[in-house]
């Protein structure tokens, strides 16, 4: 069985700070990573994922994420967060052979001025 | 084009009664999954479906909810005699197929309330 622990519920952070959003998986094969993103009063959009390759995945508004494979991490960030990135962030995982995702429980960023 | 459409957007009923909510993926997609999202809870996945095969149920917490899909195109998410801890938003997502980590396109849920 996978699962996904996102530790932080809620992370407060002023504006142009960096953050960190923290994602551990467990999961006895391979898997893929991925965040997702729900602004408010918006459905959730994918922010970025990690499938192969290179650890460190780039994806859009600036954010990125490294898949740490011995500590079974995929923590989000950014160098400096804007106003309009207040929102719910999701990691979520799918192993190879398995077609639907495991989410976690979500962390909400709250940009403040 | 038009994205994952959900309908109602909202939904208080009373305890016992049958919901039914539903769900019109993106044209040409062909998964559609079905989650449960409660306050304070990550993503739940009830229900799975993947063009003409058998859909995966194991999600589903009790057989009191079932889904269809129709045409292979609208689902529709049915809840028989709610209870309170039924209240959540329902979110409704499509691929273009599995198995690729294509992305899941959402649509905006369905909040339903259970009085």
């Known amino acids: 069985a996978q699962s996904v622990t996102q530790l932080d519920s809620q992370v407060p952070v002023f504006e142009e700070a960096p953050v960190e959003l923290r994602c551990n998986y467990s999961s006895s094969v391979s898997v893929y990573l991925f965040w997702y993103v729900q602004y408010p009063n918006q459905g959730l959009q994918l922010l970025l994922k990690?499938?192969?390759?290179?650890?460190l995945v780039k994806g859009i508004n600036g954010f990125e994420a490294e898949f740490n494979k011995s500590q079974t991490s995929f923590h989000l960030r950014k160098p400096s967060v804007h106003i309009s990135d207040t929102a719910e962030y999701f990691c979520a995982v799918s192993d190879t052979g398995r077609r639907a995702l495991t989410f976690g429980s979500g962390t909400r960023l709250q940009v403040q001025p | 084009g038009a994205g994952v459409s959900q309908s109602p957007s909202n939904k208080v009923t009373e305890k016992g009664k049958d919901v039914e909510l539903r769900c019109d993926p993106i044209?040409?997609?062909?998964?559609l999954y079905w989650y449960r999202q409660s306050l304070g809870q990550g993503l739940e996945f009830l229900i799975y479906f993947q063009g003409n095969s058998a859909p995966d149920k194991s999600g589903l917490p009790s057989d009191r909810f079932s889904a269809e899909r129709t045409g292979g195109s609208v689902s529709t998410l049915t809840i028989q005699r709610t209870q309170q801890e039924d209240s959540a938003v329902y979110l409704c997502?499509?691929?273009?197929?599995?198995?690729?980590?294509?992305?899941?396109?959402f649509g905006n849920g369905t909040r339903l309330t259970v009085t």
């Open positions: 997502a499509s691929s273009v197929m599995s198995g690729d980590n294509s992305p899941l396109h």
């Open positions: 044209s040409g997609h062909t998964a």
């Open positions: 990690y499938l192969s390759g290179s650890t």
